[in-house]
C-alpha cells in the first residue's frame, strides 16, 4: 500500500464527482448552529459509506478537477471521514478519546484509516499535508470540522465548486460571530485557539491576523488591541 501524498503526486484519471449524498446526509443530521446527531448518522452508516465509497474510488487530480472542485472534494472528504471515525467509536466524550499508536505520541489525526485510489492517508494528511500546502485558502480553517465544540461549525450543505467561495466567506462570517468561539470587540478580543494556532496561515502576504479578522468580522478590532484566547472545548459537538 502507498503512503499518502498530496494531489500533485498522484496520477490518477477520475473525473470530479457530485457529493449530494453528504449533502442530504449534513441536512438530516446537523442543525444550523452546528449540532451534529452521531446516532442519526448511525442509522444512515449505508448511505454515509455509499458516500465514503465515492470518495475512495475517485482521488483529485489536476487534469481533469479545478482547483475549487479539488479543494471541496478534500474539505468534504475531512468532514465525512471525521464523521466515520467518531461514529465508529460512539460513544464518546471527545474525539481526542479514540486512541492509536504510541501514548502522547500519536493522535486520533494519526489514524491512517482513509483510503483513497491505492493511497493510505489519515486526517493530518489531508488537513496540513494537502489542503494547507495546495492551496493557501485561510478560510478553511473554518470550514474543516474536528467534531468539538471549539471548532468551527460541520456546515448544513456540502462544499460545491460552483459555491466554495460564498461558502467560505459564509462560515468564516459565522465562525467570528459566534460568542461561544470568538468575543470579538474593538480593545479587547478574546479569539479563538485557532488564529493562535495557524497565525502563520492568515499573515500570507501582506496580511495579519487582525486585518483577516477585520475583512470578516461586523465589529472590527483596533491594531493596538489586546488580544486574548479563549478555553478550546474538545467534548464531542453534539
Not at 2 to 22: Q, R
Not at 40 to 58: C, H, K, P
Amino acid at each position: 500500500m502507498s503512503s499518502a501524498c498530496g494531489v500533485k503526486e498522484f496520477s490518477s484519471n477520475s473525473s470530479p464527482i457530485a457529493h449530494t449524498i453528504w449533502d442530504e446526509l449534513v441536512k438530516k443530521h446537523v442543525t444550523e448552529t452546528g449540532a451534529v446527531d452521531y446516532k442519526g448518522f448511525q442509522r444512515d452508516s449505508v448511505q454515509l459509506n455509499r458516500y465514503l465509497s465515492q470518495l475512495q474510488n475517485n482521488h483529485p487530480n489536476d487534469k481533469n478537477w479545478s482547483k475549487d472542485e479539488q479543494l471541496a472534494y478534500w474539505i468534504n472528504a475531512y468532514n465525512a471521514f471525521t464523521v466515520k471515525l467518531v461514529i465508529d467509536h460512539y460513544p464518546v466524550k471527545s474525539i481526542r478519546d479514540i486512541k492509536s499508536g504510541i501514548p502522547f505520541v500519536n493522535s486520533v489525526w494519526d489514524i491512517k484509516f482513509i483510503q483513497i485510489e491505492g493511497r493510505t492517508y489519515d486526517l493530518n494528511n489531508i488537513e496540513h499535508g494537502i489542503i494547507r500546502e495546495e492551496f493557501e485558502e485561510p478560510r478553511i480553517h473554518f470550514a474543516l470540522n474536528c467534531a468539538s465544540i471549539s471548532c468551527p461549525r460541520l456546515r448544513t450543505e456540502a462544499f460545491f465548486a460552483d459555491r466554495l467561495e460564498e461558502q467560505l466567506t459564509d462560515q468564516t462570517q459565522y465562525f467570528l460571530r459566534n460568542t461561544i468561539k470568538n468575543q470579538i470587540s474593538t480593545n479587547d478580543p478574546k479569539l479563538s485557539k485557532i488564529f493562535s494556532w495557524y497565525r502563520f496561515d492568515f499573515k500570507k502576504g501582506d496580511n495579519s491576523v487582525l486585518k483577516f479578522i477585520n475583512q470578516y468580522s461586523d465589529i472590527k478590532i483596533d491594531s493596538n488591541a489586546k488580544i486574548s484566547y479563549l478555553d478550546y472545548d474538545w467534548n464531542l459537538n453534539e
